[in-house]
C-alpha cells in the first residue's frame, strides 16, 4: 500500500548545495514535533529525521551543518557517531547497527519535494496542542 501524503514543496532545488548547509523543517513524528533535514551530497537530495539512532537526539553541530570535516558523512556532533549520507546507515561511532530514518524527497522541475508518510507528518495548525485554544 502506498503511505505517501501530497508531495510538500520544502525549497528551491538551488538552495541546496553540494555539501552545504542542510534545510530544517518541522515535523511530526509519530505525533511528535520533530526536526528533519535535507541535504544535498554527491548530487542527490537526501532527507533524515534529525534524531540520532544511538540517542535520540538531534546531530547538527550548528543549525544546519551535519557533516564532517572532510564532509564525507553525516557526523553526530553529540558523540561521534557517522553516517552515510546516502542511505542514512551507520558507519562508525556509537550508532552501530543503526541508521537514520530517510524521509522521501524528490526533485522536479527545480524543486524540492517531500512526502510525508504515515509516520511522519506535516506540522499543520490541527498539529495545536490541545490544550492550546484557537484564536
Ligand atoms: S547522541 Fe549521537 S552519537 Fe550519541
Redesign the pocket.
Known amino acids: 500500500m502506498d503511505e505517501r501524503g501530497a508531495p510538500l514543496r520544502l525549497c528551491a532545488s538551488a538552495e541546496l548545495v553540494e555539501k552545504g548547509r542542510a534545510l530544517i523543517w518541522n515535523v511530526l513524528q509519530w505525533r511528535e514535533p520533530a526536526r528533519a533535514f535535507a541535504l544535498r551530497h554527491d548530487g542527490r537530495v537526501v532527507a533524515y529525521l534529525n534524531r540520532?539512532?544511538?540517542?535520540p537526539?538531534e546531530?547538527d553541530w550548528l543549525p544546519g551543518e551535519f557533516l564532517d570535516s572532510r564532509q564525507e558523512f553525516i557526523l553526530?556532533?553529540?558523540?561521534?557517531?557517522s553516517y552515510d549520507t546516502q542511505t542514512g546507515r551507520c558507519v562508525g561511532?556509537?550508532?552501530a547497527g543503526g541508521s537514520l530514518i530517510a524521509l522521501r524527497v524528490e526533485e522536479q522541475g527545480g524543486e524540492v519535494y517531500w512526502y510525508p508518510s504515515r509516520d511522519t507528518r506535516p506540522c499543520t495548525e490541527d498539529a495545536t496542542p490541545a490544550h492550546e485554544s484557537p484564536p
Open positions: 540520532c539512532a544511538h540517542v537526539a546531530m553526530c556532533a553529540i558523540h561521534g557517531a561511532g556509537p550508532c
